[in-house]
């Protein structure tokens, strides 16, 4: 299939120019704050529209500071241990999720404490909506013909302008798919049961650790690391962690529940 070359510039106003990646990353948070707002209304939970603001005001900090560094320590540490200059300079490229979400969880947590807040209802209403902006960041990844995949002969292959003439996996739009589509379809069938505090966020760990270690089969790892641990590339080795917590977590939950009901069944009325 041929690649749509699109122009990651969508708009120039004299020196400054505004970014299809950028503008999906305000999609993203944009779209975060109103379902957030939607859901909280419907489960009448202890949050106004200032704390709600403010949440995703915290949260987007915590992605993108935390995206940066983490970039910076997990996958090119050498040249910004001699460069440390070039770690503020966001523009010239450089996120991590795992470290943006890092990030998140810190700066969520100081929300929370901040404003007398339950953690775990702050962590479940992030986690319900943060695949809408892993789904629009990825598209943005595509526009730039950035993260391409392995190269194959699969008849839905492109080339991308930085690829090679090779034709690749378009893994953007899997991860798009996987990440942003898929997962918050299971966070929303998952959001509609009854479910101990935590679940939501739990899912989420887990569920995108499983999608981003698949989705690593296609896609090209960075050719400053190639595969770090034989044929395991940087994103599945911190992604497995995420799975294991994610799955042991969600296992606590529901046997902590389950005791919670049994003394409340057998303690004197």
């Not at 603001?53 to 241990?81: E, H, I, K, Q, W």
């Not at 569920?207 to 090209?220: A, N």
């Amino acid at each position: 299939m041929p690649y749509p070359h699109i122009d990651p510039v969508f708009l120039e106003l004299g020196p400054l120019q505004f970014r299809w990646y950028g503008l999906m990353y305000l999609i993203g948070l944009t779209a975060a704050y109103f379902l957030i707002k939607r859901t909280v209304a419907a489960k009448q939970l202890p949050l106004g529209p200032d704390q709600i603001y403010d949440m995703v005001v915290f949260a987007a900090f915590g992605v993108f500071l935390g995206g940066r560094l983490g970039y910076t320590l997990f996958y090119n540490f050498p040249y910004y241990s001699q460069h440390p200059e070039k770690i503020l300079a966001v523009w010239e490229g450089g996120m991590s999720f795992h470290g943006g979400l890092i990030g998140t969880m810190i700066a969520l947590v100081w929300f929370s404490k901040r404003r007398g807040i339950p953690v775990y209802t702050v962590a479940d209403l992030a986690a319900s909506v943060t695949p809408i902006g892993l789904g629009c960041g990825r598209m943005g990844n595509f526009i730039n013909g950035e993260l391409y995949g392995r190269a194959t002969d699969v008849d839905w292959c492109m080339v991308f302008p930085a690829g090679g003439p090779a034709c690749r996996h378009p893994s953007q739009l899997y991860e798009a798919s996987l990440e942003g589509v898929l997962l918050f379809t299971v966070l929303w069938l998952v959001g509609r049961r009854s479910t101990p505090p935590g679940t939501l966020c739990w899912t989420f760990i887990a569920g995108y650790g499983v999608c981003r270690m698949f989705v690593e089969l296609f896609r090209e790892p960075d050719l400053h690391l190639g595969f770090v641990l034989g044929p395991f590339s940087m994103g599945q080795i911190l992604s497995a962690p995420m799975v294991m917590l994610g799955v042991f977590m969600l296992v606590w939950g529901y046997h902590k529940r389950s005791l919670e009901q049994a003394r409340s069944i057998t303690s004197p009325q």
